[in-house]
């Protein structure tokens, strides 16, 4: 009976272990490598890479699951082997089509264009970085031509991060989303005097924003036998094993959020990895499979729980005995949650967010339909960043430069933080629904009901479903703007005062 | 004319960056990792051995050595290629004699060895640990069983970390090394109130040991976009790949010593690592190859170079700055060259230090000959010890569980510590008779002149020679006991004020 099924077993934890030791290359790489290891570490990654892709695509890989399959005939969809066996497939039609040597020179010029990126950011120096994002466009153009059964090529890579979720979809949903952002933004500047963000600005020592964050991650049941923060140039979170899960943060000393919310938003990431049970790991099953739902968890640590009333009266009185401020729940909270055009991504309120990641999914999909030059990017960048967020962009750090994606050759990947938002949106609004007594054990500082909440609904199904799969589960029908926007123009109409 | 030895090249490439990455995944495990992490990163670590030594072994590898073997016929045997023919022939021939199935086994049950060690140390609890010393005893015995041309079982273990040595040509040296040192220290013993070590011990903070560090490895030419140094519970050197080593050490923050000879014995073998060519770099003769080579490095930095008068000239006004001491060059001098006998290996003095290894060299000889059982190792390391250094072990943890090695699986190492001092004599000697002024220059902290010499005689021909070889270019014969022990009794008489 399980001829093939035990087999393939063997051969996801193989491929698992080989995902483990990438994936501590790359978080090593991120933050303790000296600089001087760039090129070594290109190599090993990518060498790692192509090993563990030809033994994934190898037809010995497609008859054990096209035994396995057969062995599971009439069994549970849902349950771990179906899922594996389905889920699994669908990757390998995909990665079999995609030469080894291509696959290996994709994750090389990532590496590279990391290093090359980091450079150029620091001197603002787009010119010198040009040639390494040609680079990773014309491979993933390479990339999209190994398959044929997509309407367009930023399908074949929007569905590497969000898999089933189509480019028609998601910019229905983001235009929906610009449509409601553009005008909800313009009134809030109006007013922009009715919210005062001083108290978020001034001396904050990074030893003491880490007890802060450390006092957060505790309550969120960050827990240092099986987690790790550490400092990094662009913060992300990755889980490298089964009771391993690392994230990184940095810090502003003048300026309290960067550090707080950066850290709650990858320990959100860190929750989903976490999570997923231990059956699943070594399965090649044990990550999150959409980033968009990724994304809905960090977002909602973040900005639901991080930005809401509730937790600024956790937050308000540690953040005036750490940094001997007087600052009360009330201010705090509307302080954190000021809407105002900025400059960088990952430093834009909830609401500006949006259009962040709008214009970098309609300037991507223009790169690789090659509607767009790379020679001509930071100018269309300049000007689809007056025209959405109404500021002139001063140099490319700030600019084009700022985000560490495409340098490592990661195109698509933009919109799932759009699409993040919406399910969080939903997600936000079926657990009020089934936990009544939500917001009061946040402002007591619980928030163990929730994570058991996501952790049941999300987290242990780990990579099972499809972002539309899960949705299906837990609300019952696809993503819409509507949940999203609600929650944000409730809050914000609080925030300001003003009916929006 | 390269048919073979460019895609063997290419082969070996592959290899050097999945060891590159094996590398990260020890240091990772021994630095970074959240301790639950372990056992996906036995995993992990098992199944990269394991791919890479099928790639290795595989007919394949043989066919395209045989075949530049032939291409290389009349190329100077010194030359990189014909080396690396020569090497990896070497290897090959032992490797694809273990069935990957073993090879994987060995890496798991040493990683998982390793963190039942760490924990059965911090509770002194040998019989917790004693199963997986077993499972590594059986596996070793299972190894040595692959090979039909080695005269005793420990001869194929000692091949592995110093190929060619023999454990008959060892045990020569190590005992005729004990015969000299039994007596010396007896009478240093004697007069031990000549030597007071006094101002080692006291009130050193962490945070000005690492100053000190800093400045010592800054003149040994440590360079942070190269190099990192991290914490750990026992310190090691590792080289990740071209242009990232790294070291690790550890704290006493009553005993000056620990912190800076650990991190300049560590430092002396990234030299070494750092020292070797690009051009060998992923050839898989990128490392040093004899680990007696290695160690003549690491001990003669920490020991000939650090504990020499003119070094403690640079380092007492250091010291006195730092920490507030008064010390004069001469008080330091002595106190680090005190010989007394003492628990804990790498804290022992010079002379000592060898005592240390003959034991262990001794009774892994006796578990992996199964003249000793697991069981009454205690026993036999405590009978041992008070036989050799004089003292009672008053609890495991400072004896026989106060190493990592056999943990790891590590067997067959020990003597290449000692071995490594012997060869030390050697080019200490060699280096004073061709460096007129190397005192001057240590005396002045000026320390690349010998960096530069140990370089061109030993660091660039990576892993071409064993240590054999090298002893044969560099000193023209075999290693002997005798400049040791000569350079060891000069010292000191000086240091104690007595004929030796």
Redesign the interface.
Known sequence: MTANLEPLRARL??LS??D???S??EW?HQT??????????A??????RQ?RHE?FISADTGRLLEGAAAELDGADPDSDEASMVRVVSRRWEKARRVPAQLAAEMTHAGAEGHDAWVQARARSDYAAFAPYLQRNIDLARRYVECFDWFDCAYDALLDDYDPGMRTAVAARLLNELRGELLPLIHTLVEHSDRVDPSCLHGDFPVARQRRLVEDVLAMMSFD?????MDDTVHPFEIS??????RITTRWDESFLPMGLYGAMHECGHGLYEAGIPDAL??TTLGNGESLSLHESQSRMWENMVGRSREFCGVLAPRVGELFGLKVDADTLYRAVNRVAPSLIRVEADEATYGLHIVMRFELEQDLIEGRLAVADLPEAWNARFKEYLTIDVPDDAHGVLQDVHWASGTIGYFPTYALGNLIAGHLWERAHDEMPDLEEHIAAGELMPLREWLRDRIHRHGGKFTSAEVMERVVGGPVLVTPFVDYLKRKLSGVYGIEL
Chains 1, 2 share one sequence.
């Open positions: 934890e193989e272990d080989l483990s030791a990438g501590l290359l090593d303790m490598m000296p600089v001087s290891g760039g090129a070594a570490r190599h090993s990654l990518a060498t790692l090993v033994r240092r036998r099986a987690w790790r490298i094993g089964a009771g391993d899960t790991k070594r």
